[in-house]
């Protein structure tokens, strides 16, 4: 069972110093990402996603950040203890990282295949010439035909969803074992996002390369992933399969999330949205970080913190103290 | 079938920048002074028959002849020679303070704005000291300690003109170390040296080409001060700033001996001026 975990978040507490107050902003998530599978990590903007991935590669600017209590467990190092150069090892190599915007994750004065090249020969040594091969295949495999063409052009005459393609292989041409890819669709029209999922999929499928894919649009979780994670003010909420989270969501956060997408078969007057917004960190002291948001908030909500709770057998698990004693009642309702 | 859509005529980055500066009449004007000025400066023994610091006590304060096309000087030497030679002067004063300043304002700002913390704070307070001394007086003093001559000159120029670099590298390189291609960098694994050389120091070097070309221009006039005041070239160098100085004294009898000198000044920094705008408007990305 331990053996099939990547990574393994035990636990991640991060703050940030601002002039003399520190403001938690990731408070106790832990999570594991199993070999071979699509982790979708889901919330609205800033509750942490971003800051949990990039804390996984260490690349959280300190300052601000801090991260203290933390254990994230690749294999058997520590990526939080691991020195600079061990990290240097494992970046780009062992886990790599795609950007939401790749209009601007290339550097516009070098060509893609001059990139391509940077990141193959820092982790693996090759000939010029064998390195080249690689990073050709690479463009092909992610759906880019003129890829000896394109390893000689520079990114301003790719469009974006070619640039995207162009960033994935970047990550993949390591062969790395976790992929984080943080918001990879957001920036991209409909068409190429769907080409772009297709295209994770396949690449998940065919290396086994565990993916962590980093989300708003619930829509492309249950497209592609397999396990979801949902978080909310720097709390994981809700985690399960992508089946048990979407059939039977049990977090109020979560199920808001969900009547919050649009449906084209019932024509509604207003779209449904949750109440309010997320809250600034370190707003709020005590009690259920929703509570404020949440119609179903009761005294208790304001007053203590829900434990997180596992509900079935293969891992569907709820911070709600709803879970509880509504709990029975919400999940045969489907 | 979307791969082919973007097949187009391949320009390279600089091909784009040459065009977009051809576009410019005037730069067009200031790199054909700029090159007529280097021009004269390498083939100066060629143009003129006279070594620029033979005396010809006789010939004195002549007017412009046609065997002195500017006339001569208070020692009899022939103007146009000098003014050709001094070309050569001010040139390499200009280029090589530029390259000096420019090389360790580069350094430090990239040193201040990627690291920042305490060492941001050591480099910019030695910025902020000497930008607020005037940056002639400042020459000045430099030239005072290490003694007047036009090496000392340059190296004063030099100084003088390390913040400006400095601070316009910094502030560059603040903007491009949040971009997402440092943060793409450092994810696939490469440390700080090869991101500051590879990824940030090109993207930032921009703004010091156009600093650069203006730069020279002011130490054109900077060196011509200083050798104005005694405190740069002395005699009997053909420095057009000394050259001004030693005619204040003719300035009725023999008005070449102002003008020409004069004119040289003014027109090799008019052309650096120049190449200076056009390199602006066609390295800024915002003016497309």
Known sequence: MNCDNVLEIKRLNISFMTDKKKINAINNVAFKIKKGEILGLVGESGSGKSITSLSILGLLPSPPAVIEESEILFHDLDLIQASEQQMQKIRGNRISMIFQEPMTSLNPLYTVGNQLLESVQKHQSLSKSEANDICIHTLKSVGLARAEAIMNEYPHQLSGGMRQRVMIAMAMVCQPEILIADEPTTALDVTIQSQILKLMKELNEKTGTSVLFITHDLGVVAEICHRVIVMYGGRIVEEGSVLDVFKNPQHPYTRGLLKSVPDIRNKQDKLYAIPGSVPKPGSIQKGCYFAPRCEFAKDICFENEPEFVQLTEDGHRSRCFLNENVGGATKNDK | ?288
């Open chain 2, 1 to 288: 079938m979307k791969n082919e859509e973007i097949v187009e005529k391949e320009k390279t980055p600089f091909r784009e920048f040459w065009e977009s500066f051809r576009a410019n009449r005037l730069a067009l004007v200031g790199l054909g002074i700029v090159f007529f000025f280097i021009v004269i400066a390498i083939f100066a023994p060629l143009l003129t028959s006279y070594a620029p610091d033979s005396q010809n006590l006789a010939d004195r304060l002549l007017p412009p002849s046609a065997s002195h096309y500017f006339g001569t000087d208070d020692f009899g030497r022939d103007l146009f020679t000098r003014v050709v030679y001094g070309a050569r002067l001010s040139l390499w004063v200009g280029f090589l303070s530029v390259l000096g300043s420019a090389l360790i304002g580069t350094f430090l700002g990239i040193v201040a704005g990627y690291y920042g913390k305490w060492l941001d704070t050591i480099i910019s307070r030695f910025f902020d000291i000497l930008l607020a001394f005037p940056s002639i007086l400042l020459a000045i003093a430099i030239v005072a300690i290490l003694g007047p001559s036009l090496q000392n000159a340059l190296i004063a120029i030099a100084i003088v003109n390390v913040p400006t670099f400095g601070r316009l590298v910094r502030s560059k390189v603040l903007s491009v170390k949040q971009e997402e291609y440092i943060l793409a960098a450092r994810a696939i694994g490469m440390g700080d040296t090869r991101i500051l050389t590879h990824h940030i120091l090109p993207n930032s070097i921009a703004p010091v080409i156009v600093q650069g070309t203006l730069a020279i221009a002011t130490a054109i006039i900077e060196a011509a001060a200083l050798g104005f005041l005694g405190m740069g070239a002395q005699a009997p160098m053909p420095e057009w700033g000394k050259m001004l100085a030693d005619s204040r004294q003719y300035l009725t009898d023999a008005p070449g001996t102002l003008f020409f000198p004069g004119f040289a000044i003014m027109f090799t920094v008019l052309g650096f001026n120049l190449i200076g705008d056009g390199l602006r408007d066609a390295l800024d990305p915002k003016m497309k």
